[in-house]
Structure formats: C-alpha cells, structure tokens
C-alpha cells in the first residue's frame, strides 16, 4: 500500500476536460490527480523553413509551468528571460510522442502547436501534458477533418503517457510529487493504446538498478497507458 | 444597448473562485465575463534588496498570458526571451495598485508576489488581473494573520479596477475585446470601495477626446469599481 | 509658492533648439528646466510587417537615457541587455501621443522613427521627450513636404506633454525631480494645443486620491500643454 | 552485415587518449570511430549555493560541439546567445550519469565540472562524451586523492554509455551518423561495468516499437558497456 | 590639400567644453569636427569583484552612440538586446588607455566610470572619447583631491588620442567620416602629451602597406595628440 | 635569455597539421608551443544581405575557447548567453586580417566561414588562429578551384601574424602566457609573408613606452611572420 493509500498499479483520479478554452482549435484540462495542465492545439496555415515546399505539415509542443504550480514560487521563465533546460527536454518529448501518432504527410501545409500550461503541479506533469495533448490535438484534427481541410484521418496510433518509479523498492505506476522525490529509479513511458512503445526514459536516481527492474517498470508503465487511452476515448467521445 | 446586449454602465457576469489552487497562500480564478485570469499570491520570507533592514515588506506583480489565451496563438516570451513592453507595463501597473491600499511597513520583512496568468482572454484582461489580485492578497494575509506572522491588518482600502472607453460614441463600461478593439478612447481605472482614484490612464485610440468625456468615463469607472468590490467582499466572505 | 520659487501653475524654463543636430530629418533639443531631451526623427522607406501593402505610414519611437543623466550612475540598458519596464512604458507612450495626430494614410509607405535621449534628466523627461518630439516630427515632415515626397499635411493636431502632481497638497504643474519623489499623486497629460486629450496617466503615489483632484490636475495639465504648444510654434517659425 | 562492414554487435574503434591537455585536473580525448571529443574534468573549490554548508560535493558537465564538427556548419551557441535544447539535454544527461557513479559526500565540499566538447561528429556524441567523462572524472579524482584533498575513494561504480538502434528492422550497437539518421529506433544506454542501469533512454523515430525490441536493444547496450569499461581501464592504467 | 580644406596634418576644429553636465563628478562635451561625444565620469564607492580588499581603484569606460548620430539611424543597441563587437572594442580601448595614465592604487577602493557617448558621428568617435574622457576624469578626480577623498595626484601622465589614415596614398591626420570611408589605411594612437605611445592600433583597410608608412603614421599621430593635449590643459584651466 | 630557454628573436616549436578534421573543406590544427587551435574553413554557397546581387564573396571568422582550454575553468560563453568583449575583438582581428589577403570578387556569391576553437591555450592564440586560418581558407579554396567553383586564383598575399612584447625592458616575439602576463608592452602583427602590414595592435600594459620601442617590435614581428610564413607553406605542400 502506498502512503497515498493507492495500489502500486493504481492511477490516480483521472480527469481529461474537453474543450476547455474558448479560443483554441483544439483544448483539453487534464487532471491526474493533482496535477492539472491546460493544453492547446493550434492551427497554423504555415509550416518551418526546412518544410516549406514538401507538402506536409509538422506538430510541434510547447511546455510552460506557472510560477506557483509548485509548493514553493518558481521564477517565472519569461522574467529570466530562458527556458530552463528541464523545460526544452519536456517540450521537446512531447513533439516527438506527438508526431509518432500523426502521417504529418496528411495534414498538408500547416503547423499544429501544442501548447501545455501546468496550473497545478504534483509529479508527472510531463505524462499529463502527452494524455492531454493527444485529446487537443485529435479535437483540433476533427474540426480540420469536419472543414475539409484534412482529407484523411492522419492519426496512425493513439498516444498516452505515465510515470512510473521504485518507491521504497517496489514498483509504483503514476507517481506524484511526493513518491516522485524520494523514488530510486523514475521513468517516463509514451506508448500506443496498443502496447507499442514511442519513448521509454528511465533514471536511476540514486545508485544503478538491475536489468530485471526495468522490464517490471516498462510492464506496469504500458498497464497504466492502456487505462489512460480509454480516459482518452471517453473524453473525445461525441 | 450594445452588441452583446448589455446597457452601457452594465459589467459582465463577474465570477470569483477563491482558494483556486492548493500550494499559493491566497489564490483565486477570475471571470469577467470570457475574461479569464489565475491569481496567485506567494509569501517569501525576503525582502527585494532596497529594503533590507528596513523592517518593511513588498508587494510586487507578474503577469503572463497562455500562448493560446487570444483568438489566435501568439508566441510565448519565455520562448522569445522577453518579455513584451505590453506585458511589464501592466505589471507594472497591477503592482502600483496593490500597494496602494497596504501598509507595507505592517507586513513586515516578508515579499508577497502576485502573479496573474491569463488562461482565456476578452478584453479587460489587467482589470480583472488587480480584481482578482486583491483576492488572492487578501486571502495570503488572513493566513499570515491567522499565524500570527502579521499582527495588524495591513489595509488601508479594498481595491478593485475595470475599463471603461467610448465605443460608437458611446461612454460604456467593461469593455470585451471586440468592443476593446473598436473603441475610440479606452480607460482604465483603479480605485478603491470608497471611490478615491488610485490609477487613471485613459488613451485616445484615434483622435483626442474631450475634456468631458474624460468626467463621464471616470464616473463610469467608479460605478464598476464599486460593484466588482461586493463581488470580491462575497468571494472573501467566511 | 514652490521651493523653487515657482507659482503652482508655472512651468519651469522651456527652451526648445530646432535642428539641433546635423544627419536626421528633423531633431531637437528640448529642456523643461535642467531637463534636456535630444530628440531625432529618422524617415525610414519601409514600413513594418503588419502595414506592408496597405499604403499608410507609420511613426514609432524609442527612449533612452544616458546612464550619468541621473543623479547617480544607472547601469547602461545595452550592456544589461534588456531595456526596463519603466523605457518600455514611456516609448509606448510618446509613439501613442505622435500617432494620434498624424493621419498616417498621408504618410504613404514609410516610417518616421522618433528617438528621444535624455542627456540630463530632473523629471518629467517623457513629457519633455513628447513636446520635443512633436517638434522633430514637424520638422522631418516639413522637408518630406518640400521634396514632394509627401503631399498632404499629415498633421491632424499639435501635441504637447506636461506633468502635473500634488505636492504636499497642492496641485502643481510640471514637477521637477524633487516635487516628483515626494509627489502624492503624479500625472501626465497628452493633448493638443486645442485643449483636447490624448492620453492621462494618473497615478496615486501613497493613498488613493480624491475624483475632485482628478479634475484639478487635468485643468492644470491642460493650461501648460497650451503654453507648450506656443513654445513649439517659435520653434518651428521660419 | 551493416554498410560499415561491422557485424551487428560490434563496437567501432574505440580509442581514449587519458590526460589529452596540459590544464585541467583531468582530461581525455576520446573516439569512437570518426566521433571525437575532448572531455576535462576541471576541479573548483566552490559548491552551488543549494549545497553551501552541507559538505557534500558535486558534479556537473556541459556540453559543446564546434561549429563545424558536424557535415555542414551550425551556428556558434555563444553567437546565438542560447544553447539549443538539445545540448541542454545532453549535458543534463552527462552530469546525471557521472552523479550516479560517485559518492558525493566523499568529495567534501567541492565541484568538479566536465566539459564535453565534440571536435568531429559521427553519431553518438552523447555516449562517447559520458565514457571519457569518467576517464576525465577518475584522472581528476586521482589527483586529488594524490594530495590527500579526499580521503576515501569515491567512486561507487564504473559508468560508461552506449548507443544501439534499430536500423533496416535489425538491432545494432553503437550507431554511427549514418545509421543514426535513418533508424527506426534510437536509444542510448548508460550503465555500470556490471551491468546495472543508470540511464535508458529509447525513442520511436518512425513508428512505436514493440516490447520485445527493447529487451533486445537493452541486452546488446549492455553488451557494448561491459566493452567500453574494459577501454576506460586500459586508459586509465598506470 | 584635403576635400575639407585642411592641410594634412591638420586638426578639425577641437572644442571641450568642460562641466557639459549637472550630476556628473565630470563632465565635457568634446567636439572633433562635427564629432560631438558627451563624457561623463562617475564616482562610484565600490570596486569590481577581483579588487576587492585590495585597496587599490579602477577605472571603467562604457561607450554608445545614439541611433541617428550616424548618417543613417542604426538600432539601438538596448533594443537589441546586445552591444556590438565595434562597441565593445571601443571601450576596452577607451579603458585601457585612461588605465595607463592613472596610479589606481592612489585612488583607493573606487570606481571611477567613464562614459562616453556619440550625439553625433563624423568620423573619429573612439578618439575623441579617449580625449574628452581624460579631461572628464581629471575633473572628477579635481573634485576627489578637494574633499580630501584622494590624498595623492593618481595622474602619471595625459593622454589623448587621434586618428590618422592613409587617403589618396598621403598620411593624413584627424580623418572624417568621409576620409575615413575610402582610406587605404586606418590608424588610432593613444598617447601621452610627452610623446609616449599607450596603443597603437593600425589596419589595412584594403591590402598591406609598407613599414615606412606605419612610421610616417605615428609621427602625424603623436604630433595630432601634442596638439589636443593643449587643448585638454585649456578646457581644464581654472 | 628567456625563461624559456628561447632567443629574444625565437619562435616557439610552431606545427600545422593540415587537414586536421574529416568533415570542413579546409582545416588544420596550428601549435605555437603549447598553444593549440583548431581553424577550420566552411564554404557557405550565400552571401552576407549586404552583398546579394553583387557577385562578390566573403570571408568572416568566429572564435572561441573551450572553457578549459585555460589554467583555470571559464564559463562556458554559449552557456552565459553572450560572447565576450575580448573574444568579438579577436574574431574580428581574425576576418579583417584574411580578408586583406583575398580578392573576393574572385570568390564569386559565397562565404568561407572561418571557426577557430582553441583547446589549449598558452598565450598567441589570436596570432596562431591567424597563422592557422590562412592554411585552412588555402586547402578550402584549392578545393574549390579544384571543383572549377573559383576560376582565379583569390590570394593576393600570404598572411600570417605573430604576438611581440617588452618583457623586462627587452623586446621577445611570440610570447607565452607568463611573459604575456607580465609583458610591459603587448603587439600583435599582421602581416604577409613580403613583410607589408596589415594590422599593427600594440598596447602599453602598464605605462606608455617610447617611439623607439614600436620600431623595435615591428621589426621583430616582421621577422617572426616570416618564419610563420614557411610553415605554412610547408604545411601546404602538396
């Protein structure tokens, strides 16, 4: 039993909030516990430099916390004027897990930018941004689709993501803040609702840990995916 | 009667959540209307360095916006590596506000940063920015008092502010965006719940305006002021 | 009586040198007092990326102040690298007033930069930095007249700039550095030499103020923007 | 049989040349293949401020590559005036590595900084950077038990890395650029020269993979790591 | 005979107006021709990091130039957000050259700031900073030694600076813009009013020049600062 | 005699390694001693936006040290987010001198892009940097001629540059870091290999030094490019 009272297979509460936001093509609140991140999908007629011309499109992710979305007041990035390195990891992680779900072929010339804000931060913001996103995302796809401005559905897998970690020696799937500081090993896993794995990042935050941990975490981490993808489905459900 | 049917000197649905997130002092989310706005007080056991060892505290004010908060997306600062002259010039503004209804000498060594994040923008975004802020200060200093960490009440007014500005014509109060974008003079005005004036600007957005037109807007301003105070009496109620 | 010896409505010695340096298309050098502004006026054949096509012009401005212009040294802002909240805020504003009495259809595609440097400063050098800059643009637009480059008077207004603020309880006009930090309430006001407003910033600087001072100030304001404004006229007689 | 002639499993050459420049406490040259990079280990007797007065130590790395180590020239960082996410990362990933290898609290209140500097790029920068980092690392931390400046031995394992992919459906070892650019799946792998882990990091480039892919790239990154230790001793051999 | 009229080993008209400023320990404004260059020096009681606890002083120059000082408005280099390579150049050669004719040790543990800037640009602008620099920091040296803050003269010699070129093939001294653009050769001496060399700094400008032309330059250059530094001693004469 | 054993008039062990990296059209690694660089020369089929459409080429340089190429750690200048002073002073050193040596109109619309990274320093390094990048612009361009890219041969001299200095009172060529150091004057000389001048950079590092002196060093200079020339032509030996 872990101090939350949760099973180590256990999510926490999950909720996805379509539509969130007025303005944006596509939006999603996404809860996974406390934790809870405002994400958006926007559409740009544009594509970068190194696309134009090829006819396809691109998505691309941007990560951002407000200052007090932690215990204590972060300074806020735009103030200090850089991104810190933590926040180009994340975002870049992102749009990569996104565009391994999409044929960018299919989009034609246009750019879909996620944009993932994380009002209230208790571990794993990461892995709620990637679920959240993929909702904003298949929401701003459906509107293009529904213009007819996307012929074909270009979504070749639907993406989710967990943590998952050794707390005290044992195994534990969705850490939050507070498992998530002490934990041995931290790993992050974005994979299909099918099983297939995008990215797999594991850590060992104190000292090394054996081959054998490492398949435990990665099978635990795709239990957790699988359970997400249907929180997905329900969330984007007309 | 206006486009969106309001009379000239009628707000928008104001809404007030207190409390709105789990790790600031004092927190809240604020409505005017679409206008949506996350205000967070943060308590901070320094001082900046111009006063230390003076035995007084500060007050000071952020403000951002999500990328996505406007109709369409535009570019985040920490990504730009600046913040715009827009951005400083309204925190600027909502700190000059809040420290004009405290006694800064009763905080106390201590700094309680404001930061108001913009999630979904209609116009009157810095208004409801100092609205809100005055909540979420409100309620950081009833904790700090409640610890015993302030012994006296540091207010010396209740603050609230909204725009006003001269549509079609017209003098009419809390503008939302489409109204905003048309208007021949827009105002702003932060006053306290006794109508003494803290911050006035008002701006010709094409051709100068009269004399007059200045005393109808203030007036109008202070009517709302007024009336955004009771929200946030009703929102700081027990 | 003023501890400088002025009467309340009195203006400090206002000397404004035409074509006061050699390569821009129109300069200045304007003193309120011991405040001294080099202001220039660059034409630009370009416009920005927002006007481009449309066939209007545009006017825009920047502010500076040399670092010993103060009483103590200020850090340069090129070194520092980033200019601060408070430049922002004043290059806004000066390009605001200047926009709002030229027609800029009549300027056809090009740009007119305004820059305004402080070279001594003893308050009030926006205001100073406005009326000045009035004076250039006058000028700048005078020769693109003559060349035939311009073929209509783009100038709908004249504009001028004064400070007003109460001093120990006592309305004043164009305070100098001094009245300035010990200032109750301190306000700026844009308008034309028609008496009509373009922008008012006021700012209480302790407590909130009276409406009744509000009005006060503004009366005042608009008394030395008309004496200003025949200043400007001598400046720029043949 | 790969394009380069090496079988499936093979490591190119590897070569570490200990104590490569004449400053630092310790340093190495080290390539794999056509990939060099120049790693020091530089010792400063100073600790960031959150370990000030805990008499625990650090280690931290940077990474760099020169403008034109790749096929065509980037742009100098320093030029640009930020480093890209990716080097961020890269370097992130160094210091965790080493981190994991070193008792801190052995190294008393010191910090000793890596640099990673890649002179020629051919794929698995980031892997030939951690293997000569911990040759740089135990040449400095040699040195500094030479002097008695710490006591005990501080290193609680061996730690080398090591890229493995997927290239045309097959698992290899140790990709050079060419395979890099084209594989399906790219993961890099940092362990111990027993075989713990400390790092995995795998990536779909193009679609997910299955489960099974990843216990097999897993298997042959440790292969390659027990290899690479066996270099960094023959190096680090008196 | 030059374009201007002068012969070539003629000076421009050389004014220094000292005291040009009211906050300022020093001040002048130096003219070389239509050159004008504002010089201020800043008494500040603290001295670099490196110095500290060592009781000696330093001296430090910043130098700029206001946008449309040139014939064509450049961007502000606040602006921008970085100073240039010519800019930065420029004030360590201002630096060290006021470096060289001062004991830091008799100044004590102070900075004394010397900042110079362009109000308007014809060629010459480093060298006649360099000159009007020392007279600026004579002055508030002056007013150290008065207050008694400064026991001992820390001068051990005057120093000025001037151009010389190669135009048309002939050694010419003191260039202007226009020389300046088309010279073969460009040359800037800092000296002492002995005769004492302090930098000398000679480019071609197109290809190689012969070693007598190098000696011909600096015999017209140390003739040019003989010449100013009698104007200096005027400018500096009770 | 020197410290070093070496002649008031001997260069350093001086070695260029041609063709030092696999990826750059032209590259070399160049020791004066124990200083060492690395120069390579990029070939970039586009122009400067000041040179389009006018059928002439260009040649630029950039350089930076790796932080530990140093006696003790510099920060990283890509991590700090500015390139210093000193460093845009050498880059620009390092341009001009190559420039002056290249008929770029013959280079027809391209840049050669020069990189010198030093990774050992001991003194010369923007001398060395220069005598390395001619080597490397000479193999970049024999590529290109060999190509039939460039018709003419560009080269209208040879160029190559030494460090002099006054080390306790006596004029030495080619200093290392401690008589640099301790050098009383300091002179870089640019220069080709016929001994005309092209750039002459001397500066009093402590007090102004006669006239005599200068002949002095530019003689030695001159001696010692001379012998720098042979290597080089040694190094391009076919």
Known sequence: MRKSGRAPDQLRAIEIIPNYLRHPEGSAL???GDTRVIVTASVDEKVPPHLIG???GWVTAEYGMLPRATHTRSAREAARGRQQGRTLEIQRLIGRG????????RLGPLTI?????VIQADG???TASITGAYVA???AIRKLRASGRIKKDPFVAQVAAVSVGVVDGKACLDLDYEEDSGAEVDMNIVATSEGALIEVQGTAEKRAFPRAMLDEL???GLLGVERLAEEQRKALAP
Chains 1, 2, 3, 4, 5, 6 share one sequence.
């Open 54 to 56: 090829k006819g396809t």
């Open 113 to 117: 930018a996620i944009d993932c804000d």
């Open 30 to 32: 996404v809860a996974f």
């Open 137 to 139: 995302l298949a929401l």
């Open 218 to 220: 990665v099978d635990l």
């Open 124 to 126: 794993g913001t990461r």
């Open 98 to 105: 996104l565009r391994a779900c999409v044929e960018l072929d």
